[in-house]
T-cell receptor, first 113, second 112 residues
Framework: ETGVTQTPRHLVMGMTNKKSLKCEQH?????MYWYKQSAKKPLELMFV???????ENNSVPSRFSPECPNSSHLFLHLHTLQPEDSALYLC????????????FGEGSRLTVL | AQSVTQPDIHITVSEGASLELRCNYS??????LFWYVQSPGQGLQLLLK??????LVQGIKGFEAEFKRSQSSFNLRKPSVHWSDAAEYFC??????????FGAGTTVTVRA
Protein backbone atom coordinates (compact mmCIF):
# COMPACT_ATOMS: atom_id res chain seq x y z
CA GLU A 1 0.00 0.00 0.00
CA THR A 2 1.06 3.54 -0.61
CA GLY A 3 -0.10 6.96 0.54
CA VAL A 4 -2.39 7.71 3.42
CA THR A 5 -5.12 5.22 4.28
CA GLN A 6 -8.09 5.96 6.52
CA THR A 7 -10.55 3.51 8.01
CA PRO A 8 -13.44 3.28 8.23
CA ARG A 9 -14.56 5.32 5.23
CA HIS A 10 -18.03 5.72 6.67
CA LEU A 11 -19.19 5.60 10.28
CA VAL A 12 -22.60 6.10 11.85
CA MET A 13 -22.74 6.33 15.60
CA GLY A 14 -25.09 7.32 18.35
CA MET A 15 -24.32 10.04 20.81
CA THR A 16 -23.41 7.55 23.52
CA ASN A 17 -21.17 5.32 21.42
CA LYS A 18 -17.41 5.07 21.48
CA LYS A 19 -15.62 4.57 18.19
CA SER A 20 -12.22 5.22 16.67
CA LEU A 21 -10.92 6.46 13.35
CA LYS A 22 -7.64 5.08 12.09
CA CYS A 23 -5.06 6.60 9.79
CA GLU A 24 -1.94 4.95 8.42
CA GLN A 25 0.69 6.47 6.19
CA HIS A 26 3.25 4.57 4.14
CA UNK A 27 5.25 7.59 3.03
CA UNK A 28 7.90 7.69 5.73
CA UNK A 29 6.59 11.02 6.95
CA UNK A 30 7.21 12.41 10.41
CA UNK A 31 4.21 14.66 10.92
CA MET A 32 0.55 13.69 10.97
CA TYR A 33 -2.62 15.76 11.19
CA TRP A 34 -6.34 15.51 11.79
CA TYR A 35 -8.62 17.93 9.98
CA LYS A 36 -12.37 18.36 10.13
CA GLN A 37 -14.19 19.20 6.90
CA SER A 38 -17.74 20.49 7.12
CA ALA A 39 -19.80 21.55 4.13
CA LYS A 40 -18.82 24.95 2.72
CA LYS A 41 -16.48 25.74 5.58
CA PRO A 42 -12.69 25.91 5.50
CA LEU A 43 -10.87 22.86 6.71
CA GLU A 44 -10.36 23.02 10.44
CA LEU A 45 -7.08 21.82 11.84
CA MET A 46 -7.71 19.70 14.91
CA PHE A 47 -4.45 18.07 15.96
CA VAL A 48 -0.84 17.91 14.84
CA UNK A 49 1.72 15.28 15.75
CA UNK A 50 5.40 15.66 15.00
CA UNK A 51 7.63 12.65 15.60
CA UNK A 52 4.80 11.11 17.67
CA UNK A 53 4.52 14.11 19.94
CA UNK A 54 1.39 16.25 19.91
CA UNK A 55 2.33 19.80 18.99
CA GLU A 56 -1.08 21.28 18.31
CA ASN A 57 -4.52 20.96 19.82
CA ASN A 58 -6.67 23.55 18.15
CA SER A 59 -9.15 23.96 21.01
CA VAL A 60 -10.79 20.67 20.15
CA PRO A 61 -13.45 19.39 22.59
CA SER A 62 -12.30 16.57 24.84
CA ARG A 63 -14.82 14.19 23.28
CA PHE A 64 -12.19 13.89 20.53
CA SER A 65 -9.07 12.15 21.75
CA PRO A 66 -6.10 11.59 19.43
CA GLU A 67 -3.44 8.95 19.74
CA CYS A 68 -0.20 8.57 17.82
CA PRO A 69 1.63 5.37 18.77
CA ASN A 70 4.27 5.83 16.07
CA SER A 71 5.00 8.08 13.10
CA SER A 72 2.99 5.89 10.76
CA HIS A 73 -0.25 5.58 12.69
CA LEU A 74 -2.74 8.10 13.99
CA PHE A 75 -6.05 7.47 15.71
CA LEU A 76 -8.97 9.67 16.64
CA HIS A 77 -11.02 8.25 19.49
CA LEU A 78 -14.60 9.45 19.61
CA HIS A 79 -16.99 9.39 22.54
CA THR A 80 -20.26 11.09 23.47
CA LEU A 81 -20.29 13.06 20.25
CA GLN A 82 -22.89 15.59 19.21
CA PRO A 83 -24.83 15.75 15.94
CA GLU A 84 -22.83 18.85 14.95
CA ASP A 85 -19.73 16.67 14.96
CA SER A 86 -20.99 15.00 11.80
CA ALA A 87 -18.41 15.79 9.13
CA LEU A 88 -15.63 14.37 7.00
CA TYR A 89 -12.52 13.77 9.07
CA LEU A 90 -9.34 13.95 7.06
CA CYS A 91 -5.98 12.62 8.06
CA UNK A 92 -2.85 14.05 6.46
CA UNK A 93 0.88 13.61 6.73
CA UNK A 94 3.96 15.54 5.72
CA UNK A 95 7.65 14.78 5.68
CA UNK A 96 8.31 17.45 8.24
CA UNK A 97 5.89 19.60 10.17
CA UNK A 98 6.95 22.90 8.61
CA UNK A 99 6.67 22.16 4.90
CA UNK A 100 2.97 22.80 4.34
CA UNK A 101 2.95 20.05 1.71
CA UNK A 102 0.37 17.68 3.02
CA UNK A 103 -0.68 14.29 1.73
CA PHE A 104 -4.28 13.51 2.58
CA GLY A 105 -6.23 10.35 3.05
CA GLU A 106 -9.68 9.95 1.53
CA GLY A 107 -11.37 10.75 4.80
CA SER A 108 -13.80 9.13 7.20
CA ARG A 109 -17.39 10.32 6.81
CA LEU A 110 -18.89 10.48 10.30
CA THR A 111 -22.59 10.76 11.01
CA VAL A 112 -23.72 11.24 14.59
CA LEU A 113 -27.38 10.43 15.22
CA ALA B 1 -6.87 38.69 11.48
CA GLN B 2 -5.17 36.45 8.99
CA SER B 3 -7.48 34.98 6.35
CA VAL B 4 -7.78 33.24 3.02
CA THR B 5 -10.63 34.19 0.71
CA GLN B 6 -11.93 32.34 -2.29
CA PRO B 7 -14.59 34.70 -3.65
CA ASP B 8 -16.26 32.20 -5.96
CA ILE B 9 -18.25 29.45 -4.29
CA HIS B 10 -19.18 27.73 -7.53
CA ILE B 11 -17.95 28.06 -11.12
CA THR B 12 -19.38 26.32 -14.18
CA VAL B 13 -17.19 26.07 -17.24
CA SER B 14 -17.52 24.32 -20.59
CA GLU B 15 -15.12 21.54 -21.45
CA GLY B 16 -12.22 22.98 -23.42
CA ALA B 17 -12.71 26.48 -22.05
CA SER B 18 -10.24 28.23 -19.79
CA LEU B 19 -10.61 28.33 -16.01
CA GLU B 20 -9.44 30.82 -13.43
CA LEU B 21 -10.02 30.46 -9.70
CA ARG B 22 -9.36 33.38 -7.42
CA CYS B 23 -7.61 33.38 -4.08
CA ASN B 24 -6.77 36.34 -1.87
CA TYR B 25 -5.00 36.28 1.44
CA SER B 26 -4.52 38.67 4.27
CA UNK B 27 -1.20 38.34 6.05
CA UNK B 28 1.53 40.68 7.16
CA UNK B 29 4.21 39.14 4.99
CA UNK B 30 4.30 36.86 1.97
CA UNK B 31 3.27 33.42 3.10
CA UNK B 32 3.81 30.07 1.48
CA LEU B 33 0.94 29.50 -0.96
CA PHE B 34 -0.73 26.31 -2.13
CA TRP B 35 -3.58 25.02 -4.23
CA TYR B 36 -5.19 21.68 -3.45
CA VAL B 37 -7.89 19.80 -5.36
CA GLN B 38 -10.48 17.42 -3.94
CA SER B 39 -12.29 15.13 -6.34
CA PRO B 40 -15.62 13.68 -5.20
CA GLY B 41 -15.14 11.10 -2.46
CA GLN B 42 -11.42 11.73 -2.30
CA GLY B 43 -8.96 13.47 -0.04
CA LEU B 44 -7.12 16.61 -1.03
CA GLN B 45 -4.24 16.50 -3.49
CA LEU B 46 -1.58 19.16 -3.85
CA LEU B 47 -1.71 20.84 -7.27
CA LEU B 48 1.11 23.35 -6.85
CA LYS B 49 2.92 25.52 -4.36
CA UNK B 50 4.77 28.83 -4.20
CA UNK B 51 7.55 29.50 -1.74
CA UNK B 52 9.66 32.14 -3.51
CA UNK B 53 11.21 33.02 -6.87
CA UNK B 54 9.32 32.97 -10.15
CA UNK B 55 5.81 34.21 -9.51
CA LEU B 56 4.29 31.93 -12.15
CA VAL B 57 4.17 28.40 -10.82
CA GLN B 58 3.47 25.26 -12.80
CA GLY B 59 1.66 22.37 -11.21
CA ILE B 60 0.26 18.99 -12.03
CA LYS B 61 -2.65 18.28 -14.38
CA GLY B 62 -1.85 21.31 -16.52
CA PHE B 63 -2.58 23.90 -13.82
CA GLU B 64 -0.59 27.02 -13.12
CA ALA B 65 -0.89 29.82 -10.59
CA GLU B 66 0.42 33.36 -10.44
CA PHE B 67 1.45 35.12 -7.26
CA LYS B 68 0.81 38.86 -7.27
CA ARG B 69 2.23 40.52 -4.19
CA SER B 70 0.58 43.88 -4.89
CA GLN B 71 -2.84 42.23 -4.95
CA SER B 72 -2.20 39.61 -2.27
CA SER B 73 -3.50 37.07 -4.73
CA PHE B 74 -2.61 33.60 -5.90
CA ASN B 75 -5.01 32.75 -8.71
CA LEU B 76 -5.16 29.31 -10.29
CA ARG B 77 -5.55 28.86 -14.04
CA LYS B 78 -5.93 26.17 -16.63
CA PRO B 79 -6.05 26.97 -20.36
CA SER B 80 -8.36 24.11 -21.38
CA VAL B 81 -10.55 22.29 -18.89
CA HIS B 82 -11.28 18.58 -19.08
CA TRP B 83 -14.34 16.89 -17.62
CA SER B 84 -12.09 15.24 -15.05
CA ASP B 85 -11.27 18.68 -13.62
CA ALA B 86 -14.69 18.82 -12.00
CA ALA B 87 -13.81 18.99 -8.32
CA GLU B 88 -13.46 21.31 -5.36
CA TYR B 89 -10.41 23.52 -5.25
CA PHE B 90 -8.84 24.90 -2.10
CA CYS B 91 -6.37 27.69 -1.75
CA UNK B 92 -4.17 27.46 1.34
CA UNK B 93 -1.54 29.64 2.92
CA UNK B 94 1.08 29.07 5.57
CA UNK B 95 2.50 32.28 7.03
CA UNK B 96 5.79 31.75 8.77
CA UNK B 97 5.05 28.35 10.23
CA UNK B 98 3.46 25.09 9.32
CA UNK B 99 -0.11 26.03 10.13
CA UNK B 100 -1.94 25.86 6.85
CA UNK B 101 -5.05 28.00 6.61
CA PHE B 102 -7.51 26.89 3.96
CA GLY B 103 -10.06 28.87 2.04
CA ALA B 104 -13.65 27.66 1.95
CA GLY B 105 -13.18 26.18 -1.51
CA THR B 106 -14.53 26.69 -5.02
CA THR B 107 -16.59 23.97 -6.65
CA VAL B 108 -15.96 23.59 -10.36
CA THR B 109 -18.57 22.02 -12.59
CA VAL B 110 -17.60 21.11 -16.15
CA ARG B 111 -20.34 20.94 -18.75
CA ALA B 112 -20.01 19.04 -22.00
Amino acid sequence: ETGVTQTPRHLVMGMTNKKSLKCEQHLGHNAMYWYKQSAKKPLELMFVYNFKEQTENNSVPSRFSPECPNSSHLFLHLHTLQPEDSALYLCASSLYRDTGELFFGEGSRLTVL
Amino acid sequence: AQSVTQPDIHITVSEGASLELRCNYSYGATPYLFWYVQSPGQGLQLLLKYFSGDTLVQGIKGFEAEFKRSQSSFNLRKPSVHWSDAAEYFCAVAPNDYKLSFGAGTTVTVRA
